[in-house]
Structures are given as C-alpha cells and as structure tokens.
C-alpha cells in the first residue's frame, strides 16, 4: 500500500488485488472508442510533474470506494474534462461535493492536476484513461451522485456516430451507476447531436427526462468548446434526465 496526500487529507493506494475489476457487462461494446486518438505532446518537464501530482489527486488502485472518495458526501462523474475550466469553477462553488474528472486527454489531465495543486483544491478526483472502462470495471452500481457531459466530441458524420458518447450500450451503463434521483446532464451545441441523445435517452428505461424537453442553461460555467461553438453561432443545448 501507498500514502499519498491530498490537501489535508490522507489517501491509501491500494496495490493488493483484493478488489479486482468488475466483470465487463457484455452488452457494452468497448472496441469502439469515443475519443480521438491523439493524446497531445508533453514536455519531460511536464511528464515529470504530472507523475508527481497524479498518486494525490488520482484514484486509489482496483473498485473505486465511491463513499470513501466523497468523504460521505456525493461524487459526481464528469466525462472529458477536456481543460478542466468547468471542473474547477463547479469544485470551488460547491466543496461539498466531489468530482471524479475524466480524461484520456494528457494535456489536460496535467493542466487540471497543477490548478488544483496551485489552487489548493481538495474535491476533485483526476483519472487518465477512458472513462467507459472506469465505469464498466471500477465504478459500482447506483453509486454515483450524477455524472456530467459537457460538449461532447459530436462525430457528425454518420459512419462516425457509433462513436459518441451518448449511445445506447454506454447511456444503459451510465444509468446503472447513478443513484436512483441522480442527475446525467449533458450539453452540446451541436443540435443534430442533441436531437440523437433525446432519442437515445428516451429509449433508456433507466432514465426519465427532468423537463418537458429541453433543460433550462443550469449552473454551467462556460467550457472552451462551449465558447468556440457560440462564436461559430451554434445554439446550446442542454439535458437533464435522472435515474429512475
Ligand atoms: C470536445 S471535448 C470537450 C471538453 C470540455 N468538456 C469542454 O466543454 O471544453 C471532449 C473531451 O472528451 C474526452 N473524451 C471523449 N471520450 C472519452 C472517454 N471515453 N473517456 C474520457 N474522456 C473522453 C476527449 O478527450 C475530449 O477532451
């Protein structure tokens, strides 16, 4: 076992595998990716530092103790943080809850671990990799407190769409690790994409949406894709759907 410290807090990495992943859910399909593959480039100097802040701001090895990581209180899921503008803003305005920060983007995982250092913020938890498999093997059922998908990549072409996110086998998974009442928020200003996730959303038994259609712009910061599709005029649109 390794010691790590997050703020005030101590945090144990386990190494035993005495809680072994999940087994995967056979109806998810994981060989289709929601992610571009670049990773982007990273100085050594970066790397370095990255490797030094991950052990405290990242998760402890094998099933993630979701009672444990919040301390009690809730802990929401935000999926592709991208540069973690909205992760930070959403910490400090609420510390009494956690977010579990996923990325599989290295730039941005790094950028988020030094403001959280700098900042000196104890309520977000930072995981590289692809966040289907963190659910799939390492989150448990109904224990989320919400998950948030902030301008996801909208894969516009069709022979591209199996790839979104907010497609049936991956929104069936979400649902599974929400708490029932719990929250799966999404926002994009890509209107066909949004149209598609009403659709898949409805279909999802699990989940019922929160409003007549579409939600009204809740507490969001404003992302760097979110401000990158306002300057291209794009309207946005958000979701709210809840476990039921
Ligand atoms: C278009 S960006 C949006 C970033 C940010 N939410 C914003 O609004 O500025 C989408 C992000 O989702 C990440 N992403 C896509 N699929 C993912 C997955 N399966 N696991 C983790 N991150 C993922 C990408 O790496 C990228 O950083």
Known sequence: MTVARVGSRTVQHDTADDDAPQEPRPDVDRSVRTYHPRRGRMTEERKARTAVLLPRYGLPAGQVDVAELGH???????????LGHATLEMAQADPSTTILAVDV???????????LDRLAIAN???HEGDAVELLDERIPESSLAGIRIFFPDPWPKARHHKRRLIRPDLVRLMASRLQPGAPLHCATDWVPYADSMVEVLDAEPL?????????PRLERP?????????????????????RT
Not at 105 to 115: A, I, Q, S
Request: cysteine-free.
């Open 72 to 82: 009690g209180g809730p802990v929401v899921l935000e999926i592709g943080f991208g």
């Open 105 to 115: 983007h290295t730039p941005g995982v790094h950028r988020l671990l030094v403001r």
């Open 207 to 215: 989940l019922r949406n929160a409003y007549p259609l579409w939600a």
């Open 124 to 126: 977000v938890r930072v």
């Open 222 to 242: 404003l992302t760097k894709f979110e401000q990158q599709g306002v300057e291209k005029g794009h309207e946005v649109r958000d979701l709210v759907y809840v």
